[in-house]
């Protein structure tokens, strides 16, 4: 064929197609909200752009986007809407037929601190989740903007310093359905695996929409709860923040569950620490980018997993058994612990 | 419309698609062939996997293929053939049909190290390039062999322990042409640019097929030689290990033209040193991941642009007048100093 | 001989005893004595404890004494008194005996911010010092205690997070004068030098009451002021907090005069930047302990001293003509730089 | 008084006085000298400088003196001679008389390597010390000189990068003995202290010489055997160079027993590993100067004391129950575990 430089290539509907270009936010309830949003600002060093109603919006520092992180005051921590933004306005619309194939309802959404409308549906688990396209940049007021024209937002210096979201761990009843899901009906890639007995289990499931290692990870809720969190990540730019995130955190009395350690699995090196509302959160770095486009995805069987970390402190057992929503009649002392640092 | 989950979505031809997915091979061009070897494998970690005829074929402990750094027996320092990889077979036929319809003469050439066939061309101001799917992933020996399961080689602790090769950055008589190239040939985004004189004069731009920052930089030529480099970079997990880089290279009477330091443009932290060979090598990390589907080129005037340098020493003059093959009579002194080390 | 343990041994006049533990305040003159207070405390993460008339006093998180900096307001920029702690009440003694049998004045002063009587006196050169051995631990308050019992004061993760003192820089108008009187009279240890002319002329010297590389430097003064200072050294625990300075300082409009970079001469990795007052800071880690009690100064020629730069950019001609009070008529532009962070 | 500069200064009798410099040289016994140097040499990246029957000579880059680690084939693993080198000749004789007075047997030793006669003789607990203070600093062959005059040894960019040996854990079948032999006969200072029921029972003594926190720490022997090692330490410069340690001995199959971790006595910052004899080696670094003449021990109960962790993963029970040589019948299989890494 013949054709002028410019003109789009003609695609062939079998070609891999990247219609989720990354995870836009994440909506993280807490029954504390006063403390939650101090942990956030002060510790971590996100920045709190705006407030309506019961929720707060926070960015990280390199995040493109106004606001990645909603806060939302409720009865008990847990998770709420995780927002996917797409490539495109036609990948938007592709997405939503998938979804509505799929068989499972989804409703149009507002517009929401610099975001367009979104469609919200849930995962099989009942996770809560939507996609949408439209998204102004931020623009950072003088007193926060950057002396670096390409960085969204001053690099303040505050605390652990987070420079963007990461990804999202979701406890679920059944990982299968939901990595079949993520793979099938939004294109997602899976990465690694989690099988027990000879593979025929499937433990867990890490799965990303880019070269990004992953952004969203399955793991199975043996308390059959549904729509559970594990913990949501944070990126920080190098180990080295991981260390000073574990001395800021134990000078202030945030309980760190576990790390700084690496993980196998994702080679991630990772710090877990509690916020204030009780959810789990992970200071994440390195790992690694997969750039290859027929990755095979790395299954993990008992023995390889292991305690799932390469080298640092084993994980402890809350790591399995903790979740948010807390499935337990009490939360456990560490998830009610208060950090003693002052809000103001 | 309704469809069954699993059933490819409909493309539409003005989708934006990803057709190469990375940066997969560099091929480096040198005079002294062992001394070159000895640097990439003995001072920056890199192994050597491959040897036939002119050339040595190496990898970084990350990358999956087997390699991804050819080094050649050449009378002058310079750049070889540059290989993208494709995101799949039917992305390798679109974009061999883009290039000779951009009028461009390409060929295929035979399959080597674990690639399949490649087809080469020249982009406008005639450095070779290739793009190619095939790729057989790195099996390591048993001595390379890593604890790991998802790492394909072994982290050794060898030097500077290069992970993968990151980007090249090429000299051009026409830098929007090879631009625009890239841009609708190829479909590679564009990310930031320095354009002088209120913009009309197009001093340099970088580009990206991924969420990469950039994996190609095109710098004009001021000599007007044609197809010469300017750097190849290699990247590295963090900012620690640059200046690790720097300690090694000083020790080893390797010639530091510029670094530690960090760059306005991209964000990221490099060292330049020069390989025996005298072509100029960046040791990188740090920079961003451009998330955003619709980010907008930064575009930086003379003003904003400075030396290029966010904070540390100044580039020199070389950094702007020496490239390889070098234009000059003769070498640079700093090209031609060999380093000391002992290549056994 | 036989003797009792626990008896002290018998001493010989003849052996050398540390008189002088480490240096224990440093007096900075500022004309902006609020905008460089900010600067300590919110950029570098100092702690103001204490005010009184004209002067505000600080300290580092790791700093075991109440107070190691006081800044205070004057016309000119400049070095105030510089207070070394003995080792003993004998050791006071013994060197105020040293410095009046050396023919130099000296008065002595009140007790100040948890110090007690201090001997003051100045150099040959006319920089005013002190010595003192009463000092009260820091105290610090409930919402400054640190979780760890060895820590005198919480690590807060504000800015750049100084952790101590660790040495000055003075310009001398005949160093072998000075140097001589460090050793002689206060017993201090002389650690590197340079020396141009072959020896013949001594342009710095470097000396430590301690294992401790160096807590004080004499350069040469070329415009032959007297007094003055060349800048004073601040310690952070690792080379990645001086890059996070680099950053912090960069995003604060704080003018970088030199570094992140690695001086050849005490390989200390350092970042100079003026503060508000016109003062130039080291950022310093890195560096050696001196463990030998038999080490031999090490001597550098013009040709081996080079720039003083082991790798990174090269010293800025600044580094060598500008010094605090200045002597030109009017200060740099560079000093009369304003940082834009807000004090408040 | 009057008394001319450069005279000594009186010294009364009641002056603390350093007498013991530093730790100069560990001996270490191991039941594999081939993989035991190899471990030493290729992974942690020390230099072997000599060998003479039983035993091989390393140094670490940074140490002045030609030796500092000796390696000796022994039937099983544990600790040889501990050496210390003395401030001056008077100290040496001084120390030797305070050694015999206190009642304890000694000999001299003929010179070793570089380093002249030294005192033999044993701790309370049987540990066999010595001390000396002839020491020629070491001359590196031309292919191991630094290009930084100051530093004593090239730095190689090999494994881990060992800059020096730091300090010598030991059990002890009486801790308040062997701490106050060090304190009263040997004149080191006391720095921190876990004392349990009520401060009645002395579990474990930090002590140093210097102003490094501890350069010997003694730790009670539950198992009764007498002249025991917990660990030696090696320092290397910053957490990040504990980071990679950590990855390299993973991939070398070499056993991490904890770690990397930051304890709350002491602040270090850690990885434990076995070397392939059978003994502790801890690669350390952070930690703090003790500045302060009059440093008042910091005293930990058990609840302050708790894992002796500040955060990171627990110590794990073989951390509290494994020492060398082991009391019990078997080595633990941690311990008879063979790194995999080619010795060649």
């Given amino acids: 064929m013949t054709r002028q430089p410019g003109q789009p290539c003609p695609i062939e509907p079998s070609d891999p197609v990247q219609d989720i270009a990354h995870l836009g936010n994440i909506e993280l309830l807490t029954p504390r909200i006063d403390l939650t949003t101090a942990y956030f600002r002060d510790l971590l060093g996100m920045e709190v752009v705006h407030a309506a109603g019961p929720s707060v919006f926070l960015r990280g520092y390199g995040d493109y986007?106004?606001?990645?992180?909603?806060?939302?005051?409720?009865?008990?921590?847990?998770?709420?809407?995780?927002?996917?933004?797409?490539?495109?306005?036609?990948?938007?619309?592709?997405?939503?037929?998938?979804?509505?194939?799929?068989?499972?309802?989804?409703?149009?959404?507002?517009?929401?601190?610099?975001?367009?409308?979104?469609?919200?549906?849930?995962?099989?688990?009942?996770?809560?989740?939507?996609?949408?396209?439209?998204?102004?940049?931020?623009?950072?007021?003088?007193?926060?903007?950057?002396?670096?024209?390409?960085?969204?937002?001053?690099?303040?210096?505050?605390?652990?310093?987070?420079?963007?979201?990461?990804?999202?761990?979701?406890?679920?009843?059944?990982?299968?359905?939901?990595?079949?899901?993520?793979?099938?009906?939004?294109?997602?890639?899976?990465?690694?695996?989690?099988?027990f007995d000879r593979g025929a289990v499937e433990i867990g499931s890490w799965l990303s929409p880019s070269i990004l290692h992953h952004q969203v990870a399955y793991v199975v809720d043996t308390r059959r709860v549904g729509g559970r969190l594990h913990h949501i990540a944070l990126w920080v730019d190098n180990r080295e923040d991981v260390l000073r995130a574990a001395d800021i955190c134990s000078e202030h009395g945030v309980f760190i569950e576990a790390g700084p350690a690496k993980h196998n699995n994702s080679q991630g090196f990772y710090l877990y620490a509690y916020e204030p509302g009780g959810n789990r959160i992970e200071l994440y770095t390195g790992s690694f980018l997969v750039l290859a486009p027929d990755w095979r995805p790395v299954i993990w069987d008992e023995a390889e997993r292991g305690t799932g970390v390469y080298w640092g402190g084993a994980l402890p057992e809350s790591f399995l058994s903790y979740a948010t929503p807390d499935a337990a009649a009490a939360a456990p002392v560490d998830a009610a612990r208060v950090p003693v640092f002052d809000p103001s």
């Fill in 65 to 195: 986007a106004a606001s990645t992180l909603k806060l939302t005051a409720a009865p008990r921590p847990g998770i709420g809407c995780i927002s996917w933004r797409t490539t495109s306005p036609a990948a938007l619309d592709r997405r939503v037929n998938a979804i509505e194939a799929a068989g499972r309802a989804g409703r149009w959404i507002d517009p929401e601190c610099g975001r367009g409308p979104s469609f919200r549906f849930r995962d099989p688990d009942g996770h809560v989740m939507a996609i949408y396209y439209e998204e102004a940049p931020y623009r950072a007021p003088e007193h926060l903007r950057s002396t670096l024209k390409n960085l969204p937002m001053r690099y303040t210096g505050r605390g652990v310093n987070v420079r963007r979201i990461d990804h999202v761990a979701l406890l679920s009843r059944d990982v299968a359905a939901d990595r079949r899901f993520m793979e099938e009906v939004l294109g997602f890639r899976l990465r690694e695996q989690v099988r």
